[in-house]
């Protein structure tokens, strides 16, 4: 069951760096934060995950609370190609892989 | 580099007939694959996983079975469709469990009338 809050949805302009809030204020010691993207009609795109320190990568920056209960995916110079949906999961390491998908954050990105 | 088919793109179909949506990796063996459906509008939700050939676990049942006939190759079908049935159905693969990454199929759009 998903166990983050996300703002619904979001609006930004191309080349702006946005920021994308994900609270999971119960979040377990051995729970990792992943971040999917999808657009309509495609399968979700893995973009980011973390478990304590923030993370980079070509396509974000994770930042990550210290107290773990929240967490920010950060899309510098944002492209209309960015435009998605975004899903904060939590992702408990045991003996298989479930992915609890919510209704993630819709980023809009305007010319 | 790794690649994940799914087939066909596309279906509609009558309530009542079977249904037979693949999967296939390729350029990865003994992948982890994975069955995922959303209702239109709706969230993601896992079906099925599997780690071995012959092997498949149930995560979410909803009146669908799933096989795994061969290493590369994920099966996900039914004897008789309903109209709850229709949807986005998705195929994905990793590597193992540990914080492992799933990647996901470009997906097959099923209508069922």
């Known amino acids: 069951d998903a166990k983050t809050t996300q703002p619904d949805s979001m609006e930004s302009t191309e080349g702006e760096t946005v920021h994308l809030p994900c609270s999971h204020a119960?979040?377990?010691?051995?729970?990792?934060i992943y971040w999917y993207r999808q657009v309509p009609l495609q399968g979700p795109e893995y973009v980011t995950h973390g478990l304590q320190q923030n993370t980079t990568n070509s396509m974000a920056f994770l930042a990550i609370a210290s107290d773990r209960k929240s967490s920010t995916l950060i899309l510098p110079h944002v492209s209309l190609r960015d435009a998605a949906v975004y899903h904060c999961i939590l992702r408990v390491v045991s003996n298989y892989n479930v992915l609890y998908f919510g209704s993630g954050t819709k980023l809009t990105v305007e010319p | 580099a790794q690649t994940i088919h799914q087939w066909p793109v596309a279906e509609i179909k009558a309530v009542g007939s079977p249904l037979s949506l693949g999967c296939t990796i390729k350029?990865?063996?003994?992948?982890?694959l994975y069955w995922y459906w959303q209702a239109t509008g709706g969230t993601l939700q896992q079906l099925f996983y599997?780690?071995?050939?012959?092997?498949v676990e149930s995560v979410v049942q909803l009146n669908l079975s799933a096989s795994r006939p061969k290493d590369d190759q994920f099966i996900l079908s039914t004897e008789k469709l309903l109209l709850s049935h229709s949807g986005f159905y998705l195929c994905a693969w990793s590597l193992g469990w540990d914080q492992d990454t799933q990647y996901f199929g470009p997906g097959t759009r099923l209508l069922v009338l």
């Open positions: 350029g990865k063996s003994s992948p982890n």
């Open positions: 599997s780690i071995t050939v012959g092997q």
């Open positions: 119960t979040i377990s010691g051995n729970e990792y």
